[in-house]
């Protein structure tokens, strides 16, 4: 059997350059070696702050132009959204059995993400690492490339599968391995080093999303944060021009190092320029593909449809397999 490739991401928002990097930009060179598929994550979208129907959406047909927009060939991967796969919340709640609590309770995304009221929080945000697990076991995936900040979510998911393994004692779960791209796992806000660059971020200014005008990208970096002050010698303690660096050498395929020593000869109103104008080169074509394959929505429902067909077919066959060891008769 060729080895899976599962990942997915949410349509909360417009897709950005921290989704990119980190995810999608590894998505594009694994399907050419192993059987892909690329979720859009929609019940994972519910979990938190809940967007008005048609915005969600619209949301949903924007990442499916975003995945092909970045590179995502429908014809070698299967696209499609959780929702039209009925086994990612069945398999949640029989995954949930095999979960002891103490498990979750480990979890800081949950932490961060309830905010101050933990009891205001949903019990679908506190599952949401189970839910994560289930996209995965569903279809016995191998590999699974993300960002930095579901490594903690992956290791459950591996936990979960070898729970399940060890109590039925046979080897059912392919136990899941993470890949993560070490220079651009995690990518921060324009605004603060310090946080991740993220969809829900109330600050425009701190995302690159990948449907932002050539005007709208220069005026981001324009604003970025920076220590003008310091040039490139050394980066220790400067989150924010670091992490314009590390965009800045990931886009271009030059080393941090080389990227440090050529600005050092330049100041920083330069730089910015410059990785304006590199950050342009990648968006730009992107953001016109997106617009493009958006004037057909229908053309995009049934890439959808089609995968949901294909992913579907995975699914239930390993359903079916789970049922039958646990005991449920059918
Ligand atoms: N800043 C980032 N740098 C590198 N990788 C990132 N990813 C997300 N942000 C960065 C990776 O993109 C994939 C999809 O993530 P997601 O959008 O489903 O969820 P998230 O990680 O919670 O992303 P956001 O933008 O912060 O969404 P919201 O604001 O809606 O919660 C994952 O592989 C993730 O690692």
Redesign the pocket.
């Known amino acids: 059997m060729t080895d899976i490739v599962f990942?997915?991401?949410?349509p909360?928002?417009v897709?950005?350059l921290?989704?990119y990097?980190?995810?999608i930009k590894q998505w594009v060179d694994l399907q050419k070696q192993y059987k892909s598929l690329f979720c859009i994550?929609d019940l994972?979208?519910i979990t938190?702050n809940k967007l008005p129907a048609d915005e969600l959406r619209n949301n949903i047909f924007k990442a499916a132009a975003t995945y092909i927009a970045c590179g995502i060939d429908p014809k070698q991967s299967i696209i499609f959204s959780q929702s039209t796969v009925s086994g990612h919340a069945e398999l949640c709640w029989l995954l949930e059995c095999y979960t002891p609590i103490g498990w979750l309770n480990r979890m800081t995304?949950f932490k961060d993400?309830a905010g101050s009221d933990k009891q205001k929080a949903s019990l679908g945000l506190y599952s949401y690492p189970v839910l994560m697990a289930a996209d995965i076991l569903l279809y016995q995936t191998k590999y699974v490339?993300?960002?930095?900040?579901?490594k903690q979510h992956l290791e459950l998911a591996r936990d979960i599968a070898s729970a399940f393994n060890n109590h039925y004692k046979l080897e059912h779960f392919t136990i899941p391995e993470i890949l993560i791209l070490d220079q651009?796992?995690?990518?921060?806000s324009l605004r603060d080093g310090t946080n991740?660059?993220?969809?829900?971020?109330p600050s425009e200014y701190s995302c690159i999303n990948l449907d932002d005008t050539d005007d709208l990208i220069i005026k981001k970096i324009e604003k970025a944060k920076t220590d003008s002050e310091h040039g490139f010698t050394d980066l220790k303690g400067r989150p924010e021009i670091n992490n314009l660096v590390n965009i800045y050498s990931a886009l271009s395929g030059s080393s941090v190092e080389k990227t440090c020593e050529e600005m050092n000869k330049h100041d920083m109103k330069y730089f910015k320029k410059e990785l304006a104008e590199l950050i342009i080169s990648i968006v730009s074509p992107i953001r016109e593909k997106i617009n493009d394959l958006l004037k057909d929505q229908s053309h995009l429902h049934e890439i959808l449809k089609n995968g949901t067909e294909k992913a579907a077919e995975i699914a239930n066959q390993n359903l079916k397999e789970i049922k039958n060891i646990i005991g449920f008769v059918q």
């Open positions: 990942s997915g991401i949410q909360s928002g897709l950005h921290g989704n990097l980190g995810a994550v994972h979208a938190a995304q993400k490339p993300v960002g930095d900040d579901q651009t796992s995690r990518i921060m991740k660059m993220s969809k829900s971020d």
